[in-house]
């Protein structure tokens, strides 16, 4: 089992002072509310460091802000939070922005727990190929045999990306299921990376 490290401390905003000496409440305030989204990612931060149950809800929302920044926080914040997170995650994995499903995907993975397996699974049949493809790395970071056959379907995906991180997650597996599926999925294959990387898992 992987422990999770803290997130790395991002830019601080103007006011950054202010904000470290605030409560829950009023950090979930800040990260719903402000409109510098330097100041949504700094909150944040903080929430994730507190660790506490309460933040965990509003780091969910925060995973479909509209700035990038601000998401990938909101998931590491997540991440560092840990397994009281899981269960929303899970359920985040419904939500109908991709945005929101990738980032808790990657969430997922960086638990790294096996309470994590199945939200991840059913990831692997998400219509967004980048939800896909976070859930096979998230999958591979655990390396959970009941793992195996969901991903074995997704060596067929249509993005290659995806196929690439399905054959990586099967690889770290191994066992003679994966290897015949890995054979039989060279036959087929026409991208040279992923055949490259197939290759690699077969020696």
Sequence with gaps: MRFMVDAPI?????????????????????????TDPQVRQ???????????????????????????SVRE????????????????????????KWETRYRAAEALGKIADEKAVRPLIQGLRDNRDHVR???AKGLHEIGDSDAV???IMLL???NVYVRLMVVHALAALGGKKVNAALTAALESEQEEKVKAAINAALQ
């Design 156 to 158: 067929k995906d249509e």
């Design 10 to 34: 991002p830019q601080k905003p103007e006011g950054a002072e202010k904000l470290e000496k605030q409560g829950i409440s009023e950090l979930v305030k800040a990260l719903h509310d402000h």
């Design 133 to 135: 493809y976070m859930a």
């Design 73 to 96: 926080q909101a998931m590491l914040a997540l991440s560092a939070i840990g397994k009281a997170a899981i269960e929303p995650l899970a359920e985040a994995m419904k939500e109908p």
């Design 42 to 68: 700094y909150a944040a931060y903080l929430l994730g460091q507190a660790k506490s149950p309460r933040a965990i809800q509003p780091l969910i929302e925060a995973l479909a802000d509209f700035d990038k």
């Design 149 to 151: 056959d969901p991903l």
